[in-house]
């Protein structure tokens, strides 16, 4: 095992800027999940560690190498990609086995990796199969076990669970957390997935056209976002945010309604609450209900506020129909507050 740090490190294409003097410092054993919508530098800046593209700037550290100028193969780290990318005329057991044919390491000690490996994916039962024969989640625990028997300093994964089903996905997102509990290998994990996000990591760094917006754990991203990018990408729904200027002890909207404060500050130009914070209070402000969308355990309501929507996700059973108001105050200790510029001022 080994840390990882990333240094100022950046990437250019011609006139093209895709990674902007990006910098994380990965403890060892720690799970870091990079995370930001199609475009923003994850998946390039995952595959610079793996040494699949050139480094233009800056530099990496894996362990206390600077591995800037060294092959994939020289780097000690193994990748899981989207695609499981198995041999298809090969075994589970093959599949597992071939790079660590082609180190050239001795029979027995082969086996003794690959069943090691097969063991803690479940796979002992399925060694003799080949791909076509395996389930979406089988496939992805052998690209998995391909990885684990390299006994690598570092894991990479890319985006790995997309092509699963919703049900697969959440299996195979405990599967991969129990698996890092279990090796305590330090992980660098790719997804535009913010629930994979927050179920799975340690730190989350959430980038944006190759800068980074906020790093830090799960729960410092949810509870204090940076800015509205962080708010609105972290947290499902995504947060509300109503425009208005604060007045003394209370928000006031670009319609005249009147939002309460614990706390104001002058440069707030947008209130924010997670639709989570609402809840069905009958003094407070009146919102129409515009689509009611039960879940079971939950009912989640898009309301109109004025001439703005927001969204409100409530345990109570909701007989109101479309037209209709319902009355909701926000939980003012998690009121959240932005200047113009989308940065976090309270």
Avoid: W
Wanted: aromatic share 6%; proline share 5%; hydrophobic share 40%.
């Amino acid at each position: 095992m080994a840390s990882v740090t990333i240094n100022k490190v950046g990437k250019q294409y011609g006139s093209l800027e895709v990674l902007k003097g990006v910098s994380i410092d990965i403890a060892d054993g720690e799970f870091v999940i990079l995370v930001g919508p199609s475009g923003c530098g994850k998946s390039t800046l995952l595959r610079m560690v793996a040494g699949l593209e050139d480094i233009t700037s800056g530099e990496i550290e894996i362990g206390e190498r600077v591995v800037n100028e060294l092959q994939p193969k020289e780097r000690d780290i193994a990748m899981v990609f989207q695609s499981y990318a198995l041999y298809p005329h090969m075994t589970v057991a093959q599949n597992m086995a071939f790079s660590l044919k082609l180190k050239g390491l001795p029979k027995a000690q082969i086996e003794e990796k690959v069943s090691r490996a097969a063991a803690i994916l479940g796979l002992k039962n399925l060694l003799q199969r080949h791909p076509r024969q395996l389930s979406g989640g089988q496939r992805q625990r052998v690209a998995m076990g391909r990885a684990i028997v390299r006994d690598p300093q570092v894991f990479l994964f890319d985006e790995p669970l997309s092509n699963l089903d919703a049900k697969l996905r959440v299996q195979m997102r405990s599967e991969i957390k129990e698996l890092h509990q279990r090796l305590k290998t330090t992980t660098i994990y790719v997804t535009h997935d913010q629930i994979e996000a927050m179920t799975m990591a340690d730190k989350i760094v959430v980038m944006r056209d190759g800068i980074i917006e906020q790093m830090g754990s799960p729960l410092e991203l949810y509870d204090r976002p940076a800015n509205t990018f962080v708010a609105s990408f972290i947290g499902s729904p995504s947060m509300n945010f109503i425009e208005g200027t604060v007045d003394g002890a209370v928000f006031r909207t670009k319609d005249g309604i009147e939002l309460p404060l614990a706390a104001g500050s002058a440069e707030a130009t947008s209130y924010g609450i997670r639709p989570e914070h609402l809840k069905l209070d009958p003094d407070g402000f009146a919102a129409e209900v515009v689509v009611l969308e039960p879940t079971g355990s939950e009912v989640q309501v898009l309301m109109r506020l004025a001439n703005q929507q927001i969204v409100g996700v409530f345990r109570e059973r909701i007989t109101a129909r479309p037209g209709e108001q319902i009355k909701v105050m926000p939980d003012l200790a998690l009121v959240h507050l932005f200047d113009k510029d989308g940065r976090r001022v309270n």
